[in-house]
């Protein structure tokens, strides 16, 4: 679980013994006028709120607009018990981060992606505040970023926009960031801080492989920016990539 703060005009996302760099990159080339088909999603406002306005829900226009993939860990029965209980307690961590994001007040919106139906009842199930911020996409299969950048096309245009890995969430100092600069600036980030688990906070054991003492490695977390024209076929395919693939990074950046 990795919150993410900005100090003094650098973003920085805090995690579990990782550490955190700042990079501008400029976006170009990446427009074309074809989009994708869209996919069906679930927008809890919408279905629970549908009488009430953003403004008075207290969602920024301007704010951001977070996505990730949401897995399902434990819906294999063979797994050793130890196993289910250890996914179970990551699913549940993965849960209360996306509370967190949803609790932000620079989150406009956060889209969970989900392949297993059992994920949406999960969120429904689960009592979260600000839940009138979360739209669920369905996807038909194991995603890739090509199905982020789908998204985006049909859903997210001309929108501040933070892909993000699925254990952060956003702390201090986002309402600093010029948001007018993200057409033409990425903010590729990577954790670092202080070390964090979901039950023991600077108890956790995991090394930290990108802290101050350790060499760059080109390791990045999140990627904030924002699109005003959907990309084409040809870069989507560039995109057809896992999120933990090692070297996702390159092509990002």
């Not at 074809?34 to 549908?50: D, G, I, L, M």
């Not at 201090?172 to 964090?196: D, F, H, P």
């Not at 350790?214 to 990045?220: A, F, L, P, Q, V």
Request: overall charge positive; some cysteine.
């Amino acid at each position: 679980m990795a919150p993410l703060n900005i100090y003094k005009g650098f973003i920085l996302i805090v995690s579990c013994g990782m550490s955190v760099w700042l990079l501008r990159t400029i976006i170009k080339d990446l427009t074309s006028s074809k989009q994708v088909k869209s996919k069906p999603s679930y927008n809890f406002r919408q279905n629970t709120e549908p009488h009430k306005s953003p403004s008075t829900l207290g969602i920024p226009e301007d704010g951001f607009h977070i996505i990730y993939f949401f897995p399902k860990l434990t819906t294999d029965p063979t797994q050793r018990v130890v196993s289910q209980i250890l996914n179970k307690q990551r699913e549940l961590e993965l849960m209360k981060v996306s509370e967190l994001n949803l609790m932000h007040d620079q989150v406009a919106q956060l889209h969970v992606m989900y392949l297993d139906d059992s994920v949406k009842q999960d969120f429904i199930n689960y009592k979260m505040v600000n839940k009138h911020k979360l739209t669920m996409h369905k996807v038909h299969r194991d995603p890739t970023h090509r199905d982020t950048f789908e998204l985006i096309n049909n859903k997210l245009l001309k929108k501040n926009l933070i892909i993000l890995n699925n254990d952060n969430y956003l702390s201090q100092g986002w309402e600093s960031i010029n948001k007018t600069s993200l057409e033409k600036v990425m903010y590729a980030l990577t954790r670092r801080g202080r070390n964090e688990t979901s039950n023991s906070p600077g108890k956790c054991s995991m090394p930290d492989y990108c802290g101050p003492k350790n060499t760059y490695i080109g390791s990045h977390d999140a990627f904030a920016f924002r699109l005003s024209y959907p990309i084409n076929e040809e870069l989507l395919r560039e995109f057809d990539f896992k999120g933990y693939d090692f070297g996702k990074e390159n092509v990002f950046i």
